[in-house]
C-alpha cells in the first residue's frame, strides 16, 4: 500500500533503467494509495515515467520532496497531474522542488475537477509567485474539498498575490460574490493573515450567510444600502435570510435580527409592496393635513385684516377730508364783516 524512497541527507539521482523498473513495478502494485518520493532527483524522462505508471492508480497521498526541478520538468510534473485518477487523493506535499507555473496549471485541472476529494496541499519552499497564486486561486472559485494550503517560503509571492486568496476566500465586491466565495479554504499557511476569516464551521451556506452578515454589520451599524434598489420579489428571501438568526454570532442575536429586519422594510424602496399607508404614514399624514387646514385658516384670517385695514384707511381719509372741510368753514364765519 505504501512505496517510499528516501535520499536521506543528499538528493541522489537514480539511473534511467532503474526508474522504469520502479515504475514497472508502481504500475503493477495493488492497492497502492501512498507514494513519498523523497531527495530522489526527478528530471523530465523520470516524470513522464511516473505519470504513466500512476495513470489510473487511486491512490490518497503523494509526496515529492526535496529535489530541484527546471522549467521542462514543472511542465512534465503538470502532465503527471493531469494524467492522476482524483477520486481518492487527499494530500499532495510538492516540496522544497522548484514547482512553478507548470506545476501549478496541473494542479488546477485537480482542483477543478469535481470528483477531486484533495483536502490539503503543500506547496512550501518552491517558486510559487503571483502567476501561480492567479492560476490556483482560478481553480479554487469552484472547489469544495480543499480546506489548507501551503505556500510558505514562497518570496516571490507579493502583496497581489496575497490579496487574491482573500478574494478567492471573502470576495466583498458585492452580496453575491460574497455569498459565491470560496468557503471551504480555511487556511492558507505563509499568507501575513493564514486564516482568512474568522467564522463558525458548519455546511457552505451557513458560512455564506455568515459572511454576509459579517459585511453588513460593519464596524457600527447594519448597513442596509445594499437592499434598497433589490427587486420586489426578492423581499421574502431577503428577510427568510435575516429571519434566521443561526448564522448571526451575537450574544443577542434575537434583536439584532429583529433590528435587520425592521432597517430592510423601513428602507427598501418598494413602494409595490407597501401599498398601503404604515401607522406611521398615517400619523404624519395626519399632521400635515391640520397644519395645512391652519395656514389656510390664517390666509383667510390675513386677507380679512387686509380688507378692515384698507376699510378704516378709507374712513380715516374721509374724516381728514371733513375735518379739514369743517376747519375752512370756521375761518370763514370769524372774519368781521
Not at 19 to 30: D, E, G, H, K, V
Amino acid at each position: 500500500r505504501r512505496f517510499k524512497i528516501n535520499g536521506n541527507d543528499h538528493t541522489v539521482r537514480l539511473a534511467l533503467d532503474d526508474w522504469r523498473c520502479i515504475t514497472q513495478y508502481l504500475s503493477r502494485a495493488p492497492s497502492l494509495s501512498h507514494i513519498d518520493i523523497n531527495r530522489v532527483r526527478l528530471g523530465g524522462e523520470e516524470i513522464d515515467l511516473l505519470a504513466s505508471a500512476l495513470k489510473g492508480e487511486k491512490l490518497k497521498t503523494l509526496a515529492l520532496t526535496g529535489f530541484h526541478m527546471g522549467d521542462d520538468e514543472n511542465d512534465s510534473l503538470g502532465n503527471l497531474f493531469d494524467s492522476m485518477n482524483v477520486a481518492k487523493l487527499e494530500t499532495i506535499d510538492l516540496v522544497g522542488c522548484g514547482a512553478g507555473i507548470g506545476a501549478c496549471r496541473g494542479l488546477s485541472n485537480i482542483l477543478r475537477n469535481k470528483e477531486s476529494k484533495l483536502e490539503i496541499l503543500n506547496l512550501d519552499n518552491n517558486s510559487i509567485d503571483d502567476n501561480c497564486v492567479e492560476v490556483l486561486c482560478q481553480s479554487l472559485a469552484k472547489n469544495t474539498s480543499l480546506e489548507v494550503l501551503h505556500v510558505e517560503d514562497n518570496e516571490d509571492i507579493t502583496a497581489a498575490g496575497w490579496a487574491l486568496f482573500e478574494k478567492l476566500v471573502y470576495d466583498t465586491s458585492s452580496l453575491e460574490n460574497i455569498y459565491l466565495s470560496n468557503h471551504t479554504l480555511r487556511h492558507v499557511a505563509g499568507h501575513p493573515r493564514p486564516i482568512l476569516y474568522h467564522g463558525r464551521g458548519g455546511n457552505l451556506a451557513t458560512i455564506g450567510r455568515d459572511k454576509i452578515y459579517h459585511v453588513l454589520s460593519g464596524p457600527t451599524d447594519f448597513n442596509i444600502e445594499p437592499f434598497v434598489d433589490f427587486d420586489v420579489k426578492m423581499m421574502p428571501y431577503i428577510l427568510e435570510f435575516f429571519g434566521n438568526n443561526d448564522h448571526m454570532e451575537l450574544e443577542n442575536a434575537y434583536q439584532s435580527r429583529g433590528s435587520c429586519l425592521y432597517l430592510i422594510v423601513q428602507r427598501w424602496n418598494m413602494p409595490e409592496l407597501f401599498g398601503f399607508p404604515s401607522a406611521e404614514n398615517v400619523r404624519l399624514s395626519a399632521q400635515m393635513n391640520e397644519l395645512e387646514k391652519q395656514n389656510l385658516d390664517l390666509l383667510r384670517e390675513m386677507e380679512q385684516l387686509r380688507s378692515e385695514n384698507f376699510r378704516l384707511t378709507s374712513e380715516n381719509d374721509l374724516l381728514k377730508s371733513e375735518n379739514l372741510s369743517l376747519n375752512g368753514r370756521n375761518q370763514t364765519s370769524k372774519r368781521p364783516r
